[in-house]
């Protein structure tokens, strides 16, 4: 019983770079969500997802892209790496509407150099 | 600015305390979460709250929601070691799609 699996788990770029971090959920969660966890300022939303071929803005959405083509699948993308990217990202899962509990995976740090 | 503010920061005591964390808001939400989160970990959920003057139990956590839906409230009773970590509320408003987290409160109980 996996939940919410993010990969790659470390990673470290180079101002400029691009890459893409993947989420993977197995309980059919529709809703999905994507993070970032810095030091004194909690949990920021990046960009979450209402259902497959959905998207949407979230608290702090510049710098990135994502795509969900699947529904256990969310994508979160960097399209050209800032050293203020660096950061703890956090993929989470709901069944529906923000009410219900959010399962997240256990984070991807990535350092920007 | 931070939609939902947390205190304190930071809480360092001996086993045995009690302590409470607090989660406060000029809004209202229809919904509160509290979260624990250990290193290297991703949050765990441990209550939700959604009735104005709502009291949950969990062992020897005590949660509550304020009677306006604005604040809510973590109490722990005889802390032990292993409730070491960040302890995160999350807001939601009515109808809502996502949640809005505090920036946390980092409890440490030394042995």
């Known amino acids: 019983n996996a939940g919410v699996t993010q990969t790659p788990k470390f990673r470290v770029l180079k101002t400029g770079q691009s890459m893409t971090l993947l989420c993977a959920q197995d309980?059919?969660?529709?809703?999905m969500y994507w993070y970032r966890q810095d030091p004194g300022m909690g949990l920021r939303l990046i960009h979450y997802?209402?259902?497959?071929?959905?998207?949407a803005k979230g608290e702090v959405p510049d710098g990135y892209n994502v795509s969900r083509l699947k529904k256990q699948n969310f994508l979160l993308g960097l399209e050209s790496a800032a050293p203020s990217q660096t950061s703890v990202y956090f993929c989470?899962?709901?069944?529906?509407?923000?009410?219900?509990?959010?399962?997240f995976g256990d984070g991807t740090r990535l350092s920007i150099l | 600015t931070q939609l939902l503010e947390q205190s304190p920061q930071f809480l360092s005591i001996q086993e045995g305390e009690n302590l409470t964390v607090y989660c406060n808001s000029s809004?209202?939400?229809?919904?509160l979460q509290w979260y624990r989160q250990e290193p290297g970990e991703g949050p765990v959920l441990l209550v939700t709250?959604?009735?104005?003057?709502e009291v949950k139990k969990l062992k020897r956590l005590t949660f509550q929601f304020g009677d306006a839906r604005k604040d809510s409230s973590l109490h722990i009773t005889a802390a032990q070691t292993g409730d070491t970590g960040l302890y995160l509320c999350?807001?939601?408003?009515?109808?809502?799609?996502?949640?809005?987290f505090g920036a946390g409160t980092i409890l440490r109980v030394k042995s």
């Open positions: 709250v959604v009735t104005g003057g």
């Open positions: 989470a899962s709901s069944q529906d509407r923000a009410v219900q509990p959010q399962h």
């Open positions: 309980m059919n969660h529709e809703y």
């Open positions: 997802s209402v259902g497959e071929g959905t998207t």
């Open positions: 809004s209202v939400f229809s919904s």
């Open positions: 999350a807001g939601a408003k009515e109808y809502g799609n996502k949640l809005v």
